[in-house]
């Protein structure tokens, strides 16, 4: 069974420090992992993750893949107000490349 | 339309009672899907179209679930008999062609509550 697993699953940290949240997965055929943030209801889209080791960013948010070790991180400097949320990782495998395999999400709150 | 639009965005129902959850994707998009997010949950996949057909209803967790696609654009999952532990918010996602080549892009959700 395809397993995506995130941690910590909720985080409490003062605004401008840096925050890593992890996504650890274990499924067949992997093919992407993507990040979402979900701040009310409907999940937006961050990063879609394919080759190890390439580092994609925008603004303060970053993330990085190693298909090895089989996780990804998702890095937030300075962080802001605005940026309290769930954050979500999904997995897309060969298996059933249409559907996205969420793990259950680290909740943020960046107090002020 | 510009963005995935859902409705109703919530439903309060009485247990044993049906209920119909739409989804108008974004114009354009072939690949639909219905995911579930319970509270304290991931999102949990129920259904995938491509197009009006559903190559994947493995999700559904139960037969009182049923979903259907019209004309390639809307979507109506129907809850029959419904019970407490459906109460979540169901989210409806499209993309161009299917997740494995394009990004999702999500609705608000339908918070449903049963009572």
């Known amino acids: 069974e395809d397993k995506v697993v995130q941690s910590p699953l909720s985080l409490v940290v003062h605004e401008g420090d840096t925050v890593t949240l992890n996504c650890s997965y274990e499924?067949?055929?992997?093919?992407?992992l993507l990040w979402y943030k979900q701040e009310k209801k409907a999940p937006t889209f961050l990063f879609m993750l394919?080759?190890?080791?390439i580092e994609k960013k925008s603004g303060r948010l970053s993330s990085i893949l190693d298909k090895k070790e089989l996780f990804s991180i998702l890095n937030i400097t300075a962080t802001q107000t605005g940026d309290s949320a769930i954050y979500l990782c999904?997995?897309?495998?060969?298996?059933?490349?249409?559907?996205?395999?969420f793990g259950k999400g680290t909740s943020l709150l960046v107090t002020p | 339309g510009a963005g995935v639009s859902q409705s109703p965005s919530n439903k309060v129902t009485e247990k044993g009672k049906d209920v119909e959850l739409r989804c108008d994707p974004i114009s354009g998009h072939t690949a639909l899907y219905w995911y579930r997010q319970s509270l304290g949950q991931g999102l949990e996949f129920l259904i995938y179209f491509q197009g009006n057909s559903a190559p994947d209803k493995s999700g559904l967790p139960s037969d009182r679930f049923s979903a259907e696609r019209t004309g390639g654009s809307v979507s109506t999952l129907t809850i029959q008999r419904t019970q407490q532990e459906d109460s979540a918010v169901y989210l409806c996602a499209s993309s161009l062609r299917h997740a494995g080549a394009n990004v999702l892009t999500f609705g608000a959700g339908s918070r449903l509550t049963v009572l």
């Open positions: 394919t080759s190890s080791g």
């Open positions: 999904a997995v897309i495998t060969g298996n059933s490349g249409y559907a996205l395999n």
């Open positions: 499924v067949t055929n992997f093919r992407s």
